[in-house]
């Protein structure tokens, strides 16, 4: 693997932002403020930001790719590679795809799930984000509970969060135009999809117990576990209490604090930052963040949101850039367990972006490096395989 030298940038470590050259070699930051080696190929990073890679612990952008249109599939393999594409264009090095396993068929069924999972396993190693299978298990899919066990066992699972959108969908029947996207996703008729709620929603006795067996799974098998929508202190409590450590989009403030209390990660949608308040007229991101209750920020539905949300927080003085960069990569590593990435340090993994930030809350990525290689460029004049930019400096002088 041939040496990377990366010259003149603004790289955030330790903290802050300051001039530096970086050097990475076998797909590891090897040397801070050194120069490069044999086989170098050097990286002219005058007046960009050099930071850390993204990690990004939720993203499901990509049903857009295999699903672009209700009815309209594509194969899993182009959804995931073009998936891949978008996530690597907008700094995203590390990538949990973010997979419901849902009670109704169709794009969320387990038919996609088994063909996701398999799909990421096969395909990983011609990937360039590290590519992650994050399973969200609908909680009233009890048909599945056996099965999902299994994958928990196999290590087929690298993040396994709760859901029960149960209370949602029985609410959005009664809107014409919710009720109808749902039952154009399951590819049911509307009488089928009624006949499937009614039949799921009379097996609400047996949910928790199943809950709790497969959380009790999960932590034997050493599987990280997020909620989502946690809706109150006492059901943050509940999750907690089975070993599950992330507190995934709390709807309310109190519930927040009660994760910020206990010590859980608190995860948040990076297009709320962006857009300036939830889609769904919930908790607003940034005042989280301003109160101390939001520790990481995730792509949900978008994938620019990330890069985008960490210069709205610094712009909006939320956060200085140094902090806010830290909700989208550093932190996020952490609550995954992926303590080998998130920062710019001697022997963490080289997961590097080089960031053009001229232009007022829209940065744009110049060069991605995952794992240490150079998988995406947009300006090959900044190259070269010779230490140019030390030697001018040195001429200047």
């Given at each position: ?10 790289a ?22 050194a ?6 190929i ?5 007046d960009?930001?050099?930071l850390?890679?993204?990690v ?34 907008n ?54 509970e056996e ?30 135009r ?10 049911l ?37 997020l909620?989502h ?49 939830s889609?769904?007229g ?12 939001c ?25 200085p ?13 952490r609550?995954?367990g ?19 930030d ?22 090959a004049?900044?190259?070269s ?13």
């Amino acid at each position: 693997m041939t040496d990377i030298l990366i010259e003149g940038g603004r790289a955030l470590v330790d903290g802050y932002i300051s001039e530096t050259s970086l050097r990475i070699a076998g797909g590891q930051i090897r040397g801070l403020g050194a120069s490069g080696g044999r086989r170098t190929i050097s990286i002219d990073a005058r007046d960009l930001l050099v930071l850390p890679g993204i990690v990004d612990l939720h993203g499901d952008a990509f049903e857009r790719q295999m699903m672009p249109r209700a009815g309209v599939d594509f194969p899993i393999d182009v959804a995931l590679f073009d998936s891949d594409h978008q996530a690597i264009a907008n700094g995203i090095t590390t990538v949990f795809h973010a997979t419901t396993w849902s009670w109704e068929p169709g794009l969320r069924s387990g038919d996609n799930a088994m063909r996701l999972c398999e799909a990421i396993e096969t395909l990983r190693p011609q990937l360039k984000a590290d590519t992650r299978f994050h399973l969200r298990h609908e909680t009233y899919n009890l048909d599945a509970e056996e099965e999902i066990g299994q994958w928990l066992r196999d290590g087929r699972v690298d993040l396994f969060a709760f859901n029960d959108h149960m209370d949602i969908t029985v609410a959005d029947l009664a809107s014409p135009r919710k009720r109808h996207r749902m039952v154009e996703r399951t590819g049911l008729s509307s009488e089928d999809f009624d006949r499937l709620v009614e039949r799921v929603v009379s097996r609400a006795d047996a949910v928790p117990a199943s809950i709790a067996r497969l959380a009790k799974i999960a932590v034997a098998a050493g599987v990280r576990m997020l909620s989502h929508d946690d809706n109150s202190p006492a059901m943050r409590q509940a999750y907690r209490a089975k070993g599950a450590g992330i507190a995934e989009f709390p709807v309310n403030e109190e519930t927040a604090r009660e994760a910020a209390g206990g010590g859980d990660a608190i995860v948040y949608g990076a297009p709320n930052v962006v857009r300036g308040g939830s889609h769904t007229g919930w908790t607003r991101a940034s005042d989280m963040i301003e109160k101390g209750l939001c520790s990481v920020l995730a792509s949900d539905y978008y994938y620019p949101a990330p890069l985008l949300a960490a210069f709205r927080l610094a712009a909006d003085h939320v956060r200085p850039l140094a902090q806010a960069w830290e909700l989208i990569s550093a932190a996020p590593a952490r609550a995954t367990g992926l303590v080998d990435r998130g920062e710019i340090a001697e022997g963490r993994r080289a997961d590097i972006l080089l960031v053009d930030d001229a232009v007022p809350l829209r940065p744009r990525i110049v060069a991605v490096i995952a794992a240490g290689r150079l998988v995406h460029l947009t300006d090959a004049s900044r190259i070269s395989t010779r230490s140019s930019v030390v030697r001018e400096a040195v001429a200047a002088e």
